[in-house]
């Protein structure tokens, strides 16, 4: 399992090009069927739309890619959603562009335009977390230890996600996978090899993409 990058939540955004409305609705999905699902849902919501194009990107590698003009000329709508998707590295995502028609055609070129700035000004409301599986590892520690080294795990690039206060202290802290082994050393060096450690189960958590 590796870490990913996908929507931070849930959310839309529109915006009007010649009096056409574009709303981008972004979703996170984690299979086709939840994908298939929610573009249905779109649908009905907006059933008074002139369009409801859309694309995802499922997968790891991204093997599961869709996108659906529904009904605006070949490549203009779904392939320019899909690319933005591509372009920003995310996974999971499935991204419904719903157009309510000003009375102005735009032409294929400004199709492309229009539908590739909804789906991006969309990600950007939204904003991008980045998924990143952790180990949790219990650092346990006498009180007079405790202080210094709590001090020591703020500072750094770890992550205390708790604290028990029994006959020692135990700090349960959340480690990336690639650096536990560097983590276990620094500890040491920090309590000088005072420290007990008991590795615990893996978590996925999530970190704010800054672009």
């Known amino acids: 399992m590796k870490n990913y990058r996908t929507i931070k939540e849930y959310g839309s955004h529109e ?3 010649k009096k056409s409305r574009f709303i981008c609705t972004l979703k ?3 299979s086709e069927d939840a994908a298939q699902a929610f573009i249905e849902k779109m649908k009905k919501e907006h059933w008074k739309a002139n369009h409801n194009c859309s694309a995802y990107l499922i997968g790891d590698t991204g093997q599961i890619q869709r996108a659906s003009d529904d009904g605006e ?3 203009t709508a779904g392939v320019p959603i899909l690319e933005v998707l591509k372009k920003r590295q995310i996974q999971n995502v499935t991204a419904v562009v719903t157009r309510y028609f000003g009375g102005t ?4 070129g400004g ?3 229009a539908y590739g700035q909804a789906t991006s000004e969309a990600l950007d ?3 991008l977390i980045e998924k990143q599986l952790q180990q949790f590892i219990a650092l346990t520690v006498s ?4 202080g210094k080294l709590q001090n020591t795990l703020e500072e750094s690039v770890y992550t205390i996600h708790s604290t028990d206060y029994a006959a020692d202290v135990t700090f349960h802290c959340l480690i990336p996978i690639k650096k536990t082994e560097a983590f276990k050393s620094e500890v040491i060096d920090w309590t000088n090899g005072t420290a007990e450690f008991e590795v615990g189960a893996k978590a996925w958590i999530e970190v704010a ?3």
């Open 143 to 146: 009180y007079p230890m405790s």
């Open 125 to 127: 409301h939204v904003g």
């Open 209 to 211: 993409v800054e672009e």
């Open 15 to 17: 915006i009007n090009i």
């Open 105 to 108: 055609k735009l032409g294929a």
């Open 73 to 75: 000329p070949s490549g």
């Open 111 to 113: 199709l492309i335009r």
């Open 28 to 30: 996170r999905t984690d």
